[in-house]
């Protein structure tokens, strides 16, 4: 779908429902859904599904991020992800609700590319995922001056990358959202720029309440939550309204009056010789290791069934990365972890399977290395 065509008001004044496929992509029938706008998610773990979201819901999130963000109409926001994924729709919003510029970077990723095009447009605001400014960083691209506000989301940045963006001059601000929230839940706001760069806590956007569901994870209630959700049975879509006013995520977080820390996903903590390992943990360290020589969506950790453990955990690597780097890290980790967190020998998948947003499918790399 042509983003141009995104911001008019007839998109938006529309009602009937739509959804925003991937080029290529054959979209569910939507002969029997409400009118909504319709995002396919899985996540990194479940199975596919749509998420629909009301025209309101989104127009309200877009209005609560430029509010945070600082945007007018004399703003550029800058859409430098597929439109396809609400991250990608949140910008076009933006940019709608605000009255401001939008523009497209339609080449395929290049950092330097983008860095060009940003200057040559002017943008003032983006969202970027942490593998976009992972490339930047490691390129050691200095930010244009145009630039005011670099929303980070779609996985959680570390804070030497996040602060070595911001040396070279990349106003780089921490985002909490998902699909079903149509867009941002917490963001940090501009005040944030005079301080070294943390990736907590995160400010919560005004439209939002929430709280810690009884078992642990973030649940969610506001304007902008999603209204319901397709799933297929058999060769059916069928539509299944969203019952409860809350949605219990399956993020754990700890909030308190500054914002929220995120901890990891719920399904992500395994045990391993009786005691609880966190998965997303162990790969960040393991990144850290390599002194940005793989990116964190370069690795997955895997918790495979042991007789004697329970668990036992298999990093599984990016083989472009190359054995001699993934055998260095794997030494420098080994140096400095053990116990219930020591890493069986690597694997290296030749075709590692991500997500256009870069995020490791994590069930697919499961079942290929547990099949082998």
């Known amino acids: 779908m042509d ?23 054959r979209p569910p029938v939507l ?14 773990m479940g199975k596919p599904r749509w998420v629909g979201l009301s025209r309101h819901a ?4 877009a209005m609560m991020v430029n509010a945070r963000l600082q945007v007018d109409e004399n703003s550029v926001w800058g859409l430098a992800l597929p439109l396809h994924h609400v991250g990608g729709m949140g910008v076009v919003a933006r940019a709608h609700e605000a ?20 200057e040559n447009h002017k943008v003032t605001h983006t969202s970027l995922v942490p593998t976009q400014l992972h490339d930047i960083v490691l390129g050691g691209l200095r930010a244009p001056n145009c630039l005011k506000a670099v929303v980070v989301g779609g996985g959680q940045l570390n804070e030497e990358t996040g602060e070595t963006a911001r040396g070279l001059g990349w106003p780089i601000l921490t985002s909490y959202g998902m699909t079903e929230a149509g867009s941002q839940i917490a963001t940090q706001g501009m005040e944030c720029l005079r301080q070294f760069y943390s990736n907590a806590p995160i400010e919560k956007l005004a439209h939002w309440e929430w709280r810690i569901a009884d078992n642990g994870c973030l649940a ?23 019952e409860s006013d809350w949605f219990v995520t399956n993020d754990r977080a700890e909030l308190s009056d500054a914002g929220m820390t995120y901890l990891g996903r719920a399904d992500l903590r395994v045990k391993v010789l009786g005691e ?16 940005h020589r793989i990116r964190r969506d370069s690795v997955v950790v895997l918790a495979l069934p042991d ?19 993934v055998q260095d890290v794997m030494r420098t980790y080994r140096n400095q972890i053990c116990g219930v967190e020591r890493l069986q ?19 697919l790399i499961q079942n290929m290395v547990g099949a082998a």
């Open 31 to 44: 002969t029997k859904a409400p009118p909504l706008v319709f995002f396919q998610t899985s996540g990194s």
């Open 58 to 61: 989104l127009e309200y999130s």
């Open 99 to 118: 009255g401001c510029g939008l523009e497209l970077f339609s080449q395929n990723w290049q950092e330097h590319n983008f860095v060009g095009w940003v």
């Open 307 to 325: 007789a004697r453990a329970g668990n036992k955990l298999v990093p599984v690597f990016d083989a472009t990365l190359g054995m001699n780097v």
């Open 345 to 363: 020998e690597p694997v290296l998948l030749e075709d590692f399977p991500r997500t256009e947003l870069g995020k490791p499918k994590r069930a």
């Open 276 to 291: 609880l390992v966190n998965l997303e943990q162990v790969e960040e360290r393991l990144a850290f290791f390599s002194f």
């Open 220 to 242: 969610i209630k506001g304007e902008a939550l999603f209204d319901g959700i397709l799933t297929k049975k058999e060769d059916e879509w069928v539509y299944q309204q969203r």
């Open 3 to 25: 983003a141009t065509l995104l911001t008019r008001d007839s998109f938006w004044d529309e009602k009937k429902p739509v959804a925003i496929a991937a080029p290529g992509k």
